[in-house]
């Protein structure tokens, strides 16, 4: 557990001096990870429960996932690392990027959100019922809305499904009760200053927001950005095929994750 203003991060690092570092997304955890750290083994990287995620804790509001990335960087003395996010994770970790250049060497984005997107019709059509049932306080209705959500349709029936279940079980449902996020603009509008190599994953059967997302990155950045898709997965690539993911991601740094 890493104290950093605002919030306690819970923290897993594997090696002396971690030099990849992973973010999951919404109503997950760092276990969202155990897969694709069986196959990548990646020698020296860290991984951490997100504020009002996993066993993290929030102490001060408003907040933001950046900053909050930032703090633990400097509190575990890492300078610079390459960085992998995973949708909404994916979504901080560009911010992050666009942010604070300097500190990331690579940046790995897997079926990514993005800060300030214009969510569709039928994402918020999804979407309002989970958050009303949670702030009603019937946050075991609002857990699984979100576990029958079609972002997980090709994943529901898999071999990866009880772990991903598992996490939302655990999830504390606050953001979903209360958004005490810092409001900030849209991403998708700097994108294109990207600086650093990214590997983009983007899924064949991921709902259409998503692809958009991907499209637009890959288009905006479009001489930084190597983009991989995945045409038989849905949105969570890193669960879906840990195997074909892992083997993808050291592609265009000429070594692996570590």
């Not at 991907?214 to 995945?230: K, Q």
């Amino acid at each position: 557990m890493i104290d950093i203003p605002g919030a306690t991060l819970h923290v897993d690092a594997r090696g002396a001096s971690p030099r990849s570092v992973f973010v999951h997304g919404l109503a997950g955890d760092l276990h969202t990870w155990d897969a694709l750290w069986r196959e990548a083994e990646p020698p020296a990287a860290l991984r951490y429960d997100l504020r009002d995620h996993g066993a993290s804790v929030s102490h001060a509001r408003p907040f933001n996932h950046a900053t909050d990335l930032l703090h633990l960087l400097d509190a575990v003395g890492i300078d610079r690392c390459d960085l992998i996010g995973v949708s909404m994770g994916g979504g901080i970790a560009l911010n992050f990027a666009l942010e604070h250049p300097e500190r990331v060497a690579r940046l790995v984005l897997i079926s990514p959100a993005i800060v300030g997107w214009e969510w569709s019709d039928a994402w918020r059509a999804l979407w309002r019922p989970i958050a009303a049932r949670a702030r009603a306080g019937a946050l075991d209705e609002a857990r699984e809305l979100w576990w029958q959500h079609p972002l997980f349709d090709t994943i529901r029936h898999t071999p990866a499904a009880d772990a991903l279940h598992e996490s939302i079980l655990r999830f504390s449902c606050a953001p979903w009760i209360r958004d005490d996020h810092e409001p900030m603009l849209p991403d998708i509008e700097r994108v294109h200053t990207l600086r650093m190599p990214t590997l983009l994953m983007s899924a064949g059967r991921d709902l259409e927001d998503f692809r958009l997302i991907a499209d637009l990155i890959a288009a905006s950045a479009s001489e930084r950005v190597e983009r991989i898709d995945f045409p038989d997965c849905g949105h969570l690539i890193h669960l879906e095929d840990p195997h074909g993911c892992a083997a993808h991601i050291p592609s265009p740094f000429g070594r692996g994750l570590g």
